[in-house]
């Protein structure tokens, strides 16, 4: 396994999610240490126990850089486009080729989502 940041065509990868991502080709994409999130805010629980959460906006994403994508986890890619960016990605984790230990558990993905 290696740790590249760099893609074959120089894109640089950084990784803003809390945990390392692995492609079916090997690469690994540690984490950076700055985790991007969508903020959250949950309403309180009605007499059903049933409470409204509604999202905001991404925190903890690091300004756009020539050259580099930033890995995030679907939900902040989501929230992130929303908000105009383009230099997000998320790992493929629907995707038919993913690499699944037999608990189902995803080992690897074969690419990320923009």
Do not use: W
Not at 26 to 44: C, D, K, N, Y
Not at 80 to 89: K, P
């Amino acid at each position: 396994m290696t740790n590249s940041n760099k893609s074959n065509n120089s894109v640089n990868f950084i990784n803003c999610t809390p945990h390392a991502i692995k492609l079916n080709d090997g690469r690994v994409f540690e984490p950076s240490g700055t985790v991007a999130r969508v903020a959250q805010t949950i309403s309180e629980f009605d007499d059903n126990r049933i409470a409204v959460q509604s999202f905001g906006v991404v925190t903890d994403l690091p300004e756009p850089k020539e050259g580099t994508y930033y890995i995030v986890s679907a939900m902040v890619l989501e929230r992130a486009q929303i908000e105009g960016r383009c230099d997000v990605v998320a790992p493929a984790t629907g995707h038919k080729d993913c690499v699944r230990d037999e608990n189902g558990r995803i080992l690897s993905v074969p690419g990320f989502l923009r």
